[in-house]
């Protein structure tokens, strides 16, 4: 019975009988590249839905001091920001299955190292992005995922063998 639920088969009988085994992926870290949508095109005919904090820089920026008003010292402005993007992260790391959290190359992300850190002590199944040259700097937050990828098509990989089994050909 364990080896039909892996199977393409499977994923229809679940579907019948409405044991859907839809993936909520929370999508982390690095925004200046398109990393998110190379994963979310090549996962469009899984079973997963995707969230991820505001991707536009400006916005995630500014955002506190547009809703609360405005700061004269740069450290509340950045504060106020954080408080209210914080809210929208720790609602997707809490309602994800799967976190995914990239380290890109050009900033250091402490954001990210951070949200890797509350997947993990929230037990999500955590996987982790980024190019082989940061393997030493990353070392302790690669030890807490359950998986390690260098490319965003290795996630999408990962994403269709954990709902259907199968491995790419």
């Not at 085994?21 to 190379?38: F, N, P």
């Amino acid at each position: 019975m364990g080896r039909l639920w892996g199977s393409g088969l499977a994923a229809l009988t679940r579907k019948k009988m409405g044991m859907s085994m839809t993936l909520k992926v929370y999508l982390s870290g690095e925004i200046h590249t398109d990393w998110r949508d190379q994963i979310i095109d090549a996962a469009k005919d899984l079973d997963v839905s995707f969230d991820s904090p505001v991707t536009d820089h400006d916005a995630s920026d500014d955002c506190g001091v547009t809703i609360l008003g405005a700061e004269d010292n740069k450290f509340w402005h950045d504060r106020k920001g954080a408080q209210l993007n914080a809210i929208r992260t720790r609602r997707g790391i809490e309602q994800a299955d799967v976190v995914v959290v990239r380290f890109g190359d050009k900033y250091r992300q402490w954001n990210a190292a951070f949200d890797a850190g509350v997947a993990s002590a929230l037990g999500k199944s955590l996987i982790v992005l980024h190019a082989p040259e940061h393997q030493h700097a990353l070392k302790e937050v690669d030890a807490a995922a359950l998986a390690v990828a260098e490319h965003p098509e290795q996630v999408v990989q990962i994403l269709r063998y954990v709902l259907t089994g199968t491995l790419p050909r």
